[in-house]
Structure formats: structure tokens, C-alpha cells
Antibody
Framework: QITLKESGPTLVKPTQTLTLTCTFS??????????VGWIRQPPGKALEWLAF???????RYSPSLKSRLSITRVSSRNQVVLTMTNVDPVDTATYYC????????????WGQGALVTVSS | DIQMTQSPSSLSASVGDRVTITCRAS??????LNWYQQKPGKAPKLLIY???TLPSGVPSRFSGSGSGTDFTLTITSLQPEDFATYYC?????????FGQGTKVEVK
């Protein structure tokens, strides 16, 4: 059974750096477990694709956020970490991590989400 | 970036109705089109991938069609548990993008 769970702060101040951790089980980042992505959803709004890390450590980012994002993996702990610098209130959202196994960037398993509020 | 446009943004329907949601891509995405269902306070759930393939456990009343730029999600007989928001997504390239969502509400 594949599970993913996001963890991190619930409240962050503007200009600070947000670090979110996705801890997963039931798969490994290998050629058969293509990769893990991050997607966010502001309250009442649509889903936005943020970043993706491949099993071979290649990475992709949303062009509009690329300068502020970093995605890394901690293989020994089955974790993927997303870092977002210089946060703003518009970054307030539920952040999801999700697994791609069937196809690249197709998210077949999702975490429950972590709500992050950016406010002073 | 490839833009995904869904219509309608919301619809009202009754149990047993046939529901159709459309998704248009700003350029051809071949068959790299997926649909997700999201209920309030929950994570999205993969509903259909590669235009028309249902993952294990998804009821057969859901179906998808289309190619290139125009795609459709159909629910043949709406059930109480189908009231939710539906999103299309392309995985043709990066950045992958989602549609703005279609909320299916009780009539």
C-alpha cells in the first residue's frame, strides 16, 4: 500500500523560507517508481503543479516559481523535501505531495495535504 | 505553458443524470490527459488517465474521450458520491497544468 504524508509549519511569516517534507512508504524512488511531485491549492482555487523529482534525481520546476523552489530527496528516509524561499501571503495554500508510478507527472497517489498560511 | 480550460465551471445535476465536462488544451497534448475527482477537504483522486483508462476501483459509469486538444469526461448515471469537483490535467510536458475545475452540485 502506497502512502504519502506532508509535514511542515502551518504558519510562516512573509519573506521567510518554507520547508515541507513528504514522507512516503510502499514504494521507492527507483525506475519503477518514477518520481514524486508537489502540487498546491490556494483556498477555494484550482490545483497548481510546483515541482517534480525523478527517480534518478533529475528535477523539474514550474517556470513561474523556479527561482524560489528547490526539491530534493532523502533516500535513506524515504522523503522528498520542497523548499520555497521568500514566501508571500499569496503562497497560502494546501500543499500536496503525490507519486507518479504509471506515467511521468501523472499523480496516482496523493498525500492528505498540509495547509500553510503565510501571514505576519 | 499549455493552458487547460474546463467548461462549465459548475453545474447542477440530479442523481441518475448524465453529466458531461469538457476540457480544452491550448495546444495538442496527444493522449496525455487525466481527470481527478476532489471532494471537500480531501486530496484529489485519480479518476481517469491517458484520456480513457480507469484505474482499478473506479466505477465504470465514468468514462473519458477525446484527442489532441479536446477532451470529455462523462458520468453516465450520477450517484450521490459523485458530487465533487473535477479537474483535468495534462502530463504532456512540464510544467504540467490543471484546469480550473468543474464543481458538480446537487440540483
Amino acid at each position: 500500500q502506497i502512502t504519502l504524508k506532508e509535514s511542515g509549519p502551518t504558519l510562516v511569516k512573509p519573506t521567510q523560507t518554507l520547508t515541507l517534507t513528504c514522507t512516503f512508504s510502499g514504494f521507492s524512488l527507483s525506475p519503477s517508481g518514477l518520481g514524486v511531485g508537489w502540487i498546491r491549492q490556494p483556498p477555494g482555487k484550482a490545483l497548481e503543479w510546483l515541482a517534480f523529482i525523478f527517480w534518478d534525481d533529475d528535477r523539474r520546476y514550474s517556470p513561474s516559481l523556479k527561482s524560489r523552489l528547490s526539491i530534493t530527496r532523502v533516500s535513506s528516509r524515504n522523503q522528498v523535501v520542497l523548499t520555497m524561499t521568500n514566501v508571500d501571503p499569496v503562497d497560502t495554500a494546501t500543499y500536496y505531495c503525490a507519486h507518479s508510478q504509471l506515467e511521468l507527472f501523472l499523480f496516482d497517489s496523493w498525500g492528505q495535504g498540509a495547509l500553510v498560511t503565510v501571514s505576519s | 505553458d499549455i493552458q487547460m480550460t474546463q467548461s462549465p465551471s459548475s453545474l447542477s445535476a440530479s442523481v441518475g443524470d448524465r453529466v458531461t465536462i469538457t476540457c480544452r488544451a491550448s495546444q495538442s497534448i496527444s493522449n496525455y490527459l487525466n481527470w481527478y475527482q476532489q471532494k471537500p477537504g480531501k486530496a484529489p483522486k485519480l479518476l481517469i488517465y491517458s484520456v480513457s483508462t480507469l484505474p482499478s476501483g473506479v466505477p465504470s459509469r465514468f468514462s473519458g474521450s477525446g484527442s489532441g486538444t479536446d477532451f470529455t469526461l462523462t458520468i453516465t448515471s450520477l450517484q450521490p458520491e459523485d458530487f465533487a469537483t473535477y479537474y483535468c490535467q495534462h502530463n504532456y510536458n512540464t510544467p504540467s497544468t490543471f484546469g480550473q475545475g468543474t464543481k458538480v452540485e446537487v440540483k
